[in-house]
T-cell receptor, first 110, second 114 residues
Protein backbone atom coordinates (compact mmCIF):
# COMPACT_ATOMS: atom_id res chain seq x y z
CA UNK A 1 0.00 0.00 0.00
CA UNK A 2 1.10 3.58 -0.58
CA UNK A 3 2.94 5.00 2.35
CA UNK A 4 3.47 8.63 1.53
CA UNK A 5 0.50 10.98 1.45
CA UNK A 6 1.17 14.59 0.62
CA UNK A 7 -1.00 17.47 1.68
CA UNK A 8 -2.00 19.86 0.13
CA UNK A 9 -2.32 18.55 -3.38
CA UNK A 10 -1.87 21.82 -5.26
CA UNK A 11 -0.21 25.08 -4.34
CA UNK A 12 0.03 28.33 -6.27
CA UNK A 13 2.40 31.02 -4.98
CA UNK A 14 4.12 34.18 -6.10
CA UNK A 15 7.80 34.15 -6.91
CA UNK A 16 9.81 34.93 -3.80
CA UNK A 17 7.30 33.37 -1.40
CA UNK A 18 7.91 30.19 0.54
CA UNK A 19 6.19 26.92 -0.33
CA UNK A 20 5.45 24.28 2.26
CA UNK A 21 4.09 20.82 1.65
CA UNK A 22 3.47 17.93 4.00
CA UNK A 23 3.67 14.19 3.86
CA UNK A 24 2.33 11.59 6.25
CA UNK A 25 3.03 7.89 6.32
CA UNK A 26 1.71 4.86 8.10
CA UNK A 27 4.51 2.51 9.12
CA UNK A 28 8.04 2.75 10.47
CA UNK A 29 10.69 4.05 8.12
CA UNK A 30 14.42 3.91 7.63
CA UNK A 31 14.47 7.23 5.80
CA UNK A 32 12.19 9.58 3.91
CA UNK A 33 13.03 11.20 0.59
CA UNK A 34 11.65 14.05 -1.48
CA UNK A 35 11.65 14.11 -5.27
CA UNK A 36 10.72 16.69 -7.89
CA UNK A 37 9.09 15.98 -11.21
CA UNK A 38 8.94 18.52 -13.97
CA UNK A 39 6.10 18.12 -16.41
CA UNK A 40 6.51 15.03 -18.53
CA UNK A 41 9.87 14.11 -17.06
CA UNK A 42 11.31 11.56 -14.68
CA UNK A 43 11.66 12.17 -10.96
CA UNK A 44 14.76 13.80 -9.57
CA UNK A 45 15.94 13.25 -6.02
CA UNK A 46 16.06 16.38 -3.85
CA UNK A 47 16.86 15.42 -0.30
CA UNK A 48 16.92 12.45 2.07
CA UNK A 49 16.33 12.55 5.81
CA UNK A 50 17.11 9.62 8.04
CA UNK A 51 14.73 8.37 10.68
CA UNK A 52 17.02 9.60 13.47
CA UNK A 53 17.21 13.13 12.03
CA UNK A 54 14.68 15.87 12.72
CA UNK A 55 15.69 18.52 10.24
CA UNK A 56 17.88 18.82 7.19
CA UNK A 57 18.81 21.63 4.85
CA UNK A 58 20.01 21.68 1.27
CA UNK A 59 20.24 25.06 -0.40
CA UNK A 60 16.75 26.57 -0.37
CA UNK A 61 15.21 23.30 0.81
CA UNK A 62 14.40 22.48 4.40
CA UNK A 63 12.97 19.12 5.38
CA UNK A 64 11.63 18.17 8.79
CA UNK A 65 10.71 14.74 10.05
CA UNK A 66 8.53 13.88 13.02
CA UNK A 67 8.57 10.13 13.47
CA UNK A 68 6.17 10.29 16.43
CA UNK A 69 3.55 11.84 14.15
CA UNK A 70 4.75 9.94 11.10
CA UNK A 71 4.96 13.11 9.08
CA UNK A 72 7.43 15.21 7.14
CA UNK A 73 7.39 18.64 5.59
CA UNK A 74 9.30 20.18 2.72
CA UNK A 75 9.87 23.92 2.68
CA UNK A 76 11.15 25.71 -0.39
CA UNK A 77 12.27 29.22 0.48
CA UNK A 78 12.34 32.21 -1.88
CA UNK A 79 10.61 30.26 -4.63
CA UNK A 80 11.46 30.77 -8.29
CA UNK A 81 9.50 30.12 -11.46
CA UNK A 82 11.83 27.18 -12.09
CA UNK A 83 10.51 25.54 -8.91
CA UNK A 84 7.19 24.93 -10.68
CA UNK A 85 6.88 21.15 -10.57
CA UNK A 86 5.28 18.25 -8.74
CA UNK A 87 6.89 17.18 -5.49
CA UNK A 88 6.69 13.67 -4.08
CA UNK A 89 7.69 12.16 -0.79
CA UNK A 90 8.87 8.57 -0.69
CA UNK A 91 9.33 6.36 2.32
CA UNK A 92 12.02 3.73 2.63
CA UNK A 93 11.08 1.08 5.16
CA UNK A 94 14.44 -0.68 4.86
CA UNK A 95 12.95 -3.50 2.79
CA UNK A 96 14.42 -2.17 -0.45
CA UNK A 97 11.11 -0.65 -1.49
CA UNK A 98 10.45 3.04 -2.04
CA UNK A 99 6.78 3.91 -1.59
CA UNK A 100 5.66 7.20 -3.11
CA UNK A 101 2.84 9.54 -2.23
CA UNK A 102 0.42 11.17 -4.64
CA UNK A 103 2.40 14.33 -5.04
CA UNK A 104 1.99 18.08 -4.61
CA UNK A 105 1.73 20.30 -7.65
CA UNK A 106 3.44 23.64 -7.08
CA UNK A 107 3.02 26.56 -9.43
CA UNK A 108 5.26 29.57 -8.90
CA UNK A 109 3.92 32.69 -10.61
CA UNK A 110 6.61 35.08 -11.85
CA UNK B 1 26.97 8.94 -18.15
CA UNK B 2 23.46 8.07 -19.36
CA UNK B 3 21.95 7.01 -16.01
CA UNK B 4 18.67 5.14 -16.52
CA UNK B 5 17.49 4.69 -20.09
CA UNK B 6 13.99 3.56 -21.00
CA UNK B 7 12.71 2.51 -24.41
CA UNK B 8 10.41 3.25 -26.05
CA UNK B 9 9.36 6.74 -24.98
CA UNK B 10 5.87 6.43 -26.44
CA UNK B 11 3.76 3.45 -27.45
CA UNK B 12 0.19 2.83 -28.54
CA UNK B 13 -1.13 -0.71 -28.27
CA UNK B 14 -4.40 -2.34 -29.13
CA UNK B 15 -6.18 -4.29 -26.43
CA UNK B 16 -4.74 -7.79 -26.27
CA UNK B 17 -1.40 -6.96 -27.82
CA UNK B 18 1.82 -7.63 -25.96
CA UNK B 19 4.94 -5.58 -25.55
CA UNK B 20 8.09 -5.27 -23.50
CA UNK B 21 9.34 -2.06 -21.95
CA UNK B 22 13.09 -1.95 -21.71
CA UNK B 23 15.19 -0.35 -18.99
CA UNK B 24 18.95 -0.19 -18.62
CA UNK B 25 21.19 1.58 -16.11
CA UNK B 26 24.90 2.19 -16.27
CA UNK B 27 25.53 3.08 -12.62
CA UNK B 28 26.27 -0.46 -11.43
CA UNK B 29 23.22 -0.39 -9.18
CA UNK B 30 21.91 -3.58 -7.66
CA UNK B 31 18.27 -2.59 -7.23
CA UNK B 32 15.87 -1.75 -10.03
CA UNK B 33 12.18 -0.84 -10.00
CA UNK B 34 9.19 -0.43 -12.25
CA UNK B 35 6.50 2.10 -11.31
CA UNK B 36 3.39 3.31 -13.03
CA UNK B 37 2.09 6.84 -12.67
CA UNK B 38 -1.56 7.69 -13.13
CA UNK B 39 -3.22 11.08 -12.58
CA UNK B 40 -3.98 11.62 -8.90
CA UNK B 41 -2.43 8.29 -7.91
CA UNK B 42 1.21 9.14 -7.53
CA UNK B 43 3.69 6.39 -8.34
CA UNK B 44 2.76 2.81 -7.62
CA UNK B 45 5.31 0.04 -7.52
CA UNK B 46 4.71 -2.77 -10.00
CA UNK B 47 7.77 -4.97 -9.50
CA UNK B 48 11.25 -4.56 -8.18
CA UNK B 49 14.51 -6.45 -8.27
CA UNK B 50 16.86 -6.25 -5.33
CA UNK B 51 19.68 -7.87 -7.26
CA UNK B 52 20.43 -9.77 -10.42
CA UNK B 53 18.37 -12.94 -10.49
CA UNK B 54 15.70 -11.83 -8.03
CA UNK B 55 12.36 -10.13 -8.57
CA UNK B 56 9.49 -9.31 -6.23
CA UNK B 57 5.96 -8.07 -6.62
CA UNK B 58 5.03 -4.55 -5.66
CA UNK B 59 1.60 -2.99 -5.09
CA UNK B 60 0.11 -3.54 -8.55
CA UNK B 61 1.76 -6.55 -10.26
CA UNK B 62 -1.30 -8.05 -11.94
CA UNK B 63 -1.05 -8.09 -15.73
CA UNK B 64 2.72 -7.63 -15.75
CA UNK B 65 5.82 -9.77 -15.78
CA UNK B 66 9.44 -8.75 -15.36
CA UNK B 67 12.86 -10.07 -16.21
CA UNK B 68 16.13 -9.05 -14.64
CA UNK B 69 18.25 -9.96 -17.60
CA UNK B 70 21.55 -8.97 -15.99
CA UNK B 71 22.73 -6.33 -13.58
CA UNK B 72 22.12 -3.53 -16.08
CA UNK B 73 18.75 -4.45 -17.54
CA UNK B 74 15.26 -4.87 -16.10
CA UNK B 75 12.37 -5.33 -18.51
CA UNK B 76 8.62 -5.11 -17.98
CA UNK B 77 6.28 -7.18 -20.13
CA UNK B 78 2.60 -6.77 -20.77
CA UNK B 79 1.35 -10.09 -22.12
CA UNK B 80 -2.15 -8.96 -23.05
CA UNK B 81 -2.55 -5.21 -22.78
CA UNK B 82 -5.75 -3.74 -21.34
CA UNK B 83 -7.00 -0.14 -21.39
CA UNK B 84 -6.47 -0.03 -17.60
CA UNK B 85 -2.76 -0.32 -18.29
CA UNK B 86 -2.72 3.04 -20.04
CA UNK B 87 -0.21 4.94 -17.93
CA UNK B 88 3.24 6.42 -17.74
CA UNK B 89 5.80 3.81 -16.73
CA UNK B 90 9.01 4.70 -14.93
CA UNK B 91 12.04 2.58 -14.32
CA UNK B 92 14.36 3.43 -11.46
CA UNK B 93 17.53 2.09 -9.95
CA UNK B 94 19.48 2.59 -6.79
CA UNK B 95 22.56 1.36 -5.05
CA UNK B 96 22.07 -1.38 -2.54
CA UNK B 97 24.38 -2.12 0.31
CA UNK B 98 24.01 1.15 2.17
CA UNK B 99 20.82 2.05 3.95
CA UNK B 100 20.43 5.60 2.74
CA UNK B 101 20.42 5.90 -1.00
CA UNK B 102 18.32 7.74 -3.49
CA UNK B 103 16.70 6.37 -6.63
CA UNK B 104 17.52 7.48 -10.15
CA UNK B 105 14.70 7.53 -12.65
CA UNK B 106 14.39 7.13 -16.38
CA UNK B 107 12.40 9.59 -18.47
CA UNK B 108 9.35 7.36 -18.66
CA UNK B 109 7.37 5.45 -21.27
CA UNK B 110 3.93 6.81 -22.14
CA UNK B 111 1.74 3.84 -22.99
CA UNK B 112 -1.76 4.09 -24.40
CA UNK B 113 -3.89 0.99 -24.80
CA UNK B 114 -6.88 1.44 -27.09
Amino acid sequence: SQQGEEDPQALSIQEGENATMNCSYKTSINNLQWYRQNSGRGLVHLILIRSNEREKHSGRLRVTLDTSKKSSSLLITASRAADTASYFCATDGGNNRLAFGKGNQVVVIP
Amino acid sequence: NAGVTQTPKFQVLKTGQSMTLQCAQDMNHNSMYWYRQDPGMGLRLIYYSASEGTTDKGEVPNGYNVSRLNKREFSLRLESAAPSQTSVYFCASRKQGTRYTEAFFGQGTRLTVV
